[in-house]
């Protein structure tokens, strides 16, 4: 069974910088494209960002030049570097996972993790 953890989330000062990670179990990661989504309180789900087998990326315009995705295959673990990070930053991070690319980035890949709580406050 596929699984995909993330961690990496807490209480961050605004201005400051935090690193998710999505480790993923079973052998689905070096074919799969890689996505972090944000759901704030609320508000309904975002793509964050994306990242293909290739390594092309594609972000929100929201996060662009603060945030970085990228993915280490030997590890099969994909990262979300977050930097100069914003109260609106504030929700819970979700990474996902399919070999379709279309599926990611509408949302409806087929692995999801749990999920970690990412907020940024003074």
């Known amino acids: 069974q596929v699984q995909l953890v993330e961690s990496g989330g807490g209480l961050v000062q605004p201005g400051g910088s935090l690193r998710l990670s999505c480790a993923a179990s079973?052998?689905?990661?070096?074919?799969?494209?890689m996505g972090w989504y944000r759901q704030a309180p609320g508000k309904q789900r975002e793509l964050v960002a994306a990242?293909?087998?290739?390594?092309?990326?594609t972000y929100a315009d929201s996060v662009k030049g603060r945030f970085t995705i990228s993915r280490d295959n030997a590890k099969n673990t994909a990262y979300l570097r977050m930097n100069s990070l914003k109260p609106e930053d504030t929700a819970v991070y979700y990474c996902s996972a399919d070999s379709d690319l279309i599926k990611v980035l509408r949302g409806t890949g087929n692995y999801w993790g749990q999920g970690t709580q990412v907020t940024v406050s003074s």
């Open positions: 079973g052998s689905i990661f070096g074919s799969s494209i």
């Open positions: 990242i293909t087998t290739g390594g092309s990326t």
